[in-house]
């Protein structure tokens, strides 16, 4: 049972452009949000975070919006660089209950030159 | 600050085999530690987590075990290797909830 779903493998996107990944989650309990990056043969890499107090936290290029009664969020990286391209990964927890942190499967985002 | 070391970075084990892995942290105390495992196709798969020396919380019926000796330390386990235990597994830590997890560089492991 796959509680955190990122549909799209892989996402091609224009330098300069913005790119948006996407993630759905099935656990309305989770309550905390997160997005990694990660590149080959590496630890990934934290980016940005979102409670479920929030709709929008914004870090620099990255900006993560949660809407709960979808249960989606997304992040959006504006503009988009060369050196974005990575894989993404969406995490979820449900704070209440545990410390843990649960994975989807990963978008790999090439941005084009 | 804080940081996490995990090794080795790569390792070929046959079928059969034991296995260890091993991941530390330093600059903190009493982190949450967790390991994880990348497999083609399945994205980070939680395999194991732990909130204090001793306890640890198994996700998913597996052939892999994990122990906290210590505050800092985290080891994973195998008695008999799979062809189905290879992998990238990464170990990361943080500091309980609504924080993010950190993560150590990862092991490739690959059984023949």
């Known amino acids: 049972d796959q509680q955190v779903k990122q549909n799209s493998p892989s996402l091609s996107v224009q330098e300069g452009r913005i790119s948006i990944l996407n993630c759905d989650y099935t656990n309305s309990m989770f309550d905390y949000f997160l997005w990694y990056k990660k590149y080959p043969a590496e630890g990934p890499t934290f980016l940005i975070s979102i409670s479920s107090i929030k709709d929008k936290n914004e870090d620099g290029r990255f900006t993560v919006f949660l809407n709960k009664s979808a249960k989606h969020l997304s992040l959006h990286i504006v503009p988009s660089q060369p050196g974005d391209s990575a894989v993404y990964f969406c995490a979820a927890s449900d704070t209440n209950r545990d410390d843990k942190i649960i994975f989807g499967k990963g978008t790999r985002l090439h941005i084009l030159p | 600050s804080q940081t996490i070391h995990q090794w080795p970075a790569t390792l070929v084990q046959p079928v059969g085999s034991p296995l260890s892995l091993e991941c530390t942290v330093e600059?903190?105390?009493?982190?949450?530690l967790y390991w994880y495992r990348q497999a083609a196709g399945r994205g980070l798969q939680l395999l194991f987590y732990s909130v204090g020396i001793g306890q640890i919380s198994s996700e998913v019926p597996q052939n892999l075990s994990a122990s906290r000796p210590q505050d800092r330390q985290f080891i994973l386990s195998s008695k008999k290797l799979l062809l189905s235990d290879s992998g990238f597994y990464l170990c990361a830590w943080n500091e309980g909830m609504n924080t993010e997890a950190f993560f150590g560089q990862g092991t490739r492991l690959t059984v023949v």
């Open positions: 600059g903190t105390s009493n982190p949450n």
